[in-house]
């Protein structure tokens, strides 16, 4: 036998001695039922056959089998993950208000009351108290939208990607729209402006340069198969330097003389100024009507602080034909998000938004609040300090705008930053910060109050 041909039947021997080291399924779905007696058995099989599949892999890569307890214990904790409730809160303290990954926008008390109310037993959803019949889904929400935007008519949607989505299927199927090339940009998870005007049966017209667009652009490019010119709210990044874009008011004439849409999609959209709070200002829904958009459209999650949403305000036959295309029923948005959003929208009609919709107490929070709110966490603790930190909106607005901030140090230099990180996100109530400069800190600013005693017990036990 070769030399070659000798090693390797002494390596499949070896792979076959791991494979025989291997439990069979019954001894580790055993194992598992001891371990985790509120795993139902057929779920303990299944976890008990994943779990030796992991390893028969890993002996087919040579690595030695794992030991058959530790084997039920990895089954054990996937059969117990699959029954637990998810996603399952954690504390943000990552100092980044509107956390696409863990969430967005937290609920006001009275929102939350609102979802509970609505989803916990029978509603007037599609029902007219007055009359007794069938009413609108729709309307509930749609009257408290108008109000708080001024417009004269809106729609909600399960998203914003659904709202901008539709608002092309029903007015450019089949037809162009004007988009600069700057804002034909990709928001992240999967939403690209020219992914989604392709999926509405739109056609893409890229008009001036990435840096610089002027209204004469938008001009040239018009033809007869022209439907829409669309505005794209630049929400993740920031162009600096040789730019130019036109003037709202200047593209919204062009768009009237010729006969054409002007769409905005504002992203997050703002219905209070971020100027007040030392930041730049993210365009406001109000602002972007009064400057002649015919359709606005802006999530309920980003800056409102509501619920996972998408807006479309306008005009009312503008909005009526979207509002009427079969996909609109498809992208609706159920009774939780309808009630949550209304109450979110009812805090800015009460003028109380600063003071009740948790992003917005985020934003506005004083910088003596959060280091009085630092102390309090810390609670005497060691090997922790207060240090000044900076936070951001996040969640696609003001991108590379910083609030100052506060936040808690650990000096964990014996372990280091990443393993004080990865206890920290074992606890019951996960904590999640952020490292900067090898040390772990965890910035006060989007730490909802609620969550400071939760923080405190996981500092001390850290
Ligand atoms: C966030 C964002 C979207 C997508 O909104 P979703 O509510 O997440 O679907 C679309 N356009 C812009 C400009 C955005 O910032």
Known sequence: M????RSLVREVSDAGRGFRAIPSVDVVAQTIARLAPEVPARMAVRAAQAEIETVRAAVSRGDAAAAPDAIAEAGALRARLVLADAPGPVINATGVIIHTNLGRAPLSERALAAVRAAAGGYSDLEFDLTTGRRGSRSSHISDVVREVTGAGAALVLNNNAAAVFLALEA????????????????????????????????????????NRTRVEDYARAVTDATAAIMRVHPSNFAQVGFTESPDARALAGL?????LLLITDLGSGALLDTAAYGLAREPLIGEALEDGA??????????????????????????????????????RPD???????????????????VEEVPVWQMIACGLDELRSRAERVMDGGTGLRVVDSSAAVGGGSLPGQVLPSVAIEIADA??????????LRRFARPVVGRIRADRLRLDMRTVLPRDEGPLREALQAL
Not at 178 to 204: C, K, N, T, W
Not at 295 to 305: E, H, I, P, Q, R
Not at 414 to 423: I, K, N, V
């Open 2 to 5: 070769a030399d070659g041909c």
């Open 255 to 259: 768009a009237r003389e010729c006969g």
């Open 171 to 210: 007015h450019a199927r089949g037809r162009e729209v004007l988009v600069a090339r700057g804002e034909s940009i990709e928001i992240g998870g999967g939403f690209r402006i020219p992914d989604i005007l392709q999926a509405s049966g739109a056609r893409l017209r890229d008009v001036g340069t990435t």
């Open 294 to 331: 015919d359709l606005v459209t802006f999530s309920g999650d980003k800056l409102l602080g509501g619920p996972q949403a998408g807006v479309i305000v306008g005009s009312a036959d503008v909005v009526e034909r979207i509002a009427r295309r079969p996909m609109a029923r498809a992208l």
């Open 335 to 353: 009774k939780m998000t309808i009630a949550g959003l209304r109450a979110t929208l009812g805090h800015y009609l009460r003028g109380e938004a």
């Open 414 to 423: 014996e372990a280091g930053a990443e393993d004080a990180a990865r206890r």
